[in-house]
């Protein structure tokens, strides 16, 4: 889709994203993503250095975005099960309202430079820690049942994932209704008793 | 990796599914495909015809085997908790021995033309329905209890596809076990009893 307006560092990150999205990073020209916004290629050098700058850039402000949210989403929040519901709920919601960014978060951290690719890692770690964190300490205290909380936390990080390739604002379920279940999901995944 | 043995249709698919998992479809020319393998890229004309015939060749593969996997595990099994624990561990299974190829098949439906596109995703559909009806069955049934079946058959679809980005061979669990783990998460998600 071709627009007229005149490009900012947010409009040319949001367009690459779609397109990273759609086509790949590697599938993506700098060409590509100015004619997305209807400016010279050129042009595109006074908002950003380079491709790599640009998915960096989505990558970081998609993981601080969701960090935030799984900040505000545990606030106050002693009990370890509400602890998951909420965390479980933060993340799919997550996944629903940003498709085009969490796509290009699990498909291109390879194609960030060595630097780049340690920051975000670095990122996705310490959400994941704490998702990890909440299991492990609902087991510890004899709250959940499960053999494996290790591997019970990566069930609970990925089993979201998919539903941003099916899930429609228009559809059936509000976002907010599917990741309330998704929120009971997890508690189950781990046994959580009481 | 540079190989210096003759090319065939088979080895110029398997070279291929990897450049694609890494790169993308439309990061990776022939010229890389050919480089892979040691041979010229006209040479890899007498082999297939076009890089779009590899995609599909790749998919198409993958689906075929998953499909095979899946009716071998349901053979002769008539109890509904045990026909999802068999049906989730074939699925994870196959996460876990194909990554490449289920990545391929994961990020790249869109590349395909769309005559390709209907017959992968009808082979896709294929699969996934059989492990929705599975779900279904045993709501009907009263023995898995979930307000939502549809949502829960997504969870379980979805929450292994993960395991495929961690999961090592020489790693702290052998796939039988990651397998048979993720088949109980499943039980779990649905709310099996008895």
Redesign the interface.
């Known amino acids: 889709m071709q627009r007229s307006t005149a490009a900012t560092r947010a409009t040319v990150v949001d367009s690459a994203c779609a397109l990273f999205a759609?086509?790949?990073?590697?599938?993506?020209s700098m060409k590509d993503i100015a004619e997305a916004l209807g400016v010279s290629a050129p042009g595109l050098y006074n908002h950003v250095a380079s491709k790599q700058e640009i998915l960096y850039a989505i990558m970081d402000k998609a993981m601080d975005r969701a960090i935030a949210a799984l900040d505000e989403a545990l606030a106050g929040i002693d009990d370890v099960a509400e602890q998951l519901r909420r965390a479980t709920e933060s993340l799919v919601l997550d996944f629903l309202r940003y498709p085009a960014e969490v796509t290009v978060c699990n498909?291109e951290v390879?194609g960030l430079e060595p630097v780049n690719r340690l920051a975000i890692v670095a990122k996705r770690d310490q959400y994941a820690g704490r998702v990890r964190r909440i299991i492990e300490s609902g087991h510890r205290a004899g709250r959940f049942q499960t053999?494996?909380p290790d591997?019970?936390a990566?069930?609970?990080?990925?089993?979201?994932?998919?539903?941003k390739s099916?899930f429609r604002p228009s559809g059936r379920?509000p976002d907010t209704y599917?990741a309330r279940?998704?929120g009971e999901?997890a508690l189950?995944?781990v046994?959580c008793t009481g």
């Open positions: 759609d086509r790949g990073y590697r599938g993506t498909n390879r053999r494996t591997l019970a990566f069930a609970v990080l990925e089993m979201g994932n998919g539903a099916w379920y599917v279940e998704y999901f189950r995944i046994g």
